[in-house]
Nanobody, 121 residues
Framework: QIHLIESGGGSVQAGGSARLSCQHP????????VGWFRQAPGKQRDEVAS????????YLADSLRGRVTISQDKAKNTVYLQMRDLKPEDTAMYYC??????????????WGQGTQVTVSS
């Protein structure tokens, strides 16, 4: 059973920052990736940022480029999403997903339970 453990969500004021963490069991296959996705009420789940677990390949959503950074600590099997200059429209449930690369995107087959980020104006 694969477990993805997310942490770091909460309430933030607009202009603030948040760092989300996703701990995973450890993946060594070359095409494996771990990504952060978000879903606001009534909207589809969108990819925010993803990273390859064996190399340095990354994906960042164009609309968030410059405000988010994805990184990982391979020794801790943890992927981090650093978000800054948060806006109310960033309010969503953020999910960590593990999967494989398909083109430039990470397509998860396993999901965490999600962590809520709420940005107030």
């Amino acid at each position: 059973q694969i477990h993805l453990i997310e942490s770091g969500g909460g309430s933030v004021q607009a202009g603030g920052s948040a760092r989300l963490s996703c701990q995973h069991p450890g993946y060594t296959a070359a095409r494996n990736c771990v990504g952060w996705f978000r879903q606001a009420p009534g909207k589809q789940r969108d990819e925010v940022a993803s990273i390859g677990t064996t190399g340095g390949r990354t994906y960042l959503a164009d609309s968030l480029r410059g405000r988010v950074t994805i990184s990982q600590d391979k020794a801790k099997n943890t992927v981090y999403l650093q978000m800054r200059d948060l806006k109310p429209e960033d309010t969503a449930m953020y999910y960590c997903g593990r999967g494989r690369w398909s083109g430039s995107n990470c397509v998860p087959t396993t999901w965490g339970q999600g962590t809520q980020v709420t940005v107030s104006s």
